[in-house]
């Protein structure tokens, strides 16, 4: 059993930065790749990016490539979301997520362990 726990939301302007932490428990963290999602009001839950387990490929829904940028700490169980040039599309709940072993998985929503949501809000 992982659990994760988001932290980092709130409102920012547009053009901002903020910076995502996801804290897994468990001794198993670098057996998962790592990913977040987010849903805005009235619409599905999106993939964001995936870091796979040892960090060496990271890959990124396009609305957000040269934007955000997802790291991964093993050595502390901690995934971030770092945010930069924030717009108000990118308003929010942003889910961390796990799948054991596969990013290709937690990138196609095959996800074993959700957090439980932060709330990112991007104003004008």
């Known amino acids: 059993q992982v659990q994760l726990v988001e932290s980092g939301g709130g409102l920012v302007q547009a053009g901002g930065s903020l910076r995502l932490s996801c804290a897994a428990s468990?001794?198993?963290?670098?057996?998962?790749?790592m990913g977040w999602f987010r849903q805005a009001p009235g619409k599905e839950r999106e993939f964001v990016g995936v870091?796979?387990?040892?960090?060496?490929?990271?890959s990124y829904v396009d609305s957000v490539k040269g934007r955000f940028t997802i790291s991964r700490d093993n050595t502390k169980n901690t995934v971030y979301l770092q945010m930069n040039s924030l717009k108000v599309e990118d308003t929010a709940v942003y889910y961390c997520?796990?799948?054991?072993?596969?990013?290709?998985?937690?990138?196609?929503?095959?996800?074993?362990?959700w957090g439980q949501g932060t709330q990112v809000t991007v104003s004008s």
């Open positions: 997520a796990a799948t054991w072993m596969s990013a290709y998985k937690l990138g196609t929503g095959e996800v074993d362990y």
């Open positions: 468990g001794s198993t963290f670098s057996s998962y790749a």
């Open positions: 870091v796979t387990r040892t960090g060496n490929s990271i």
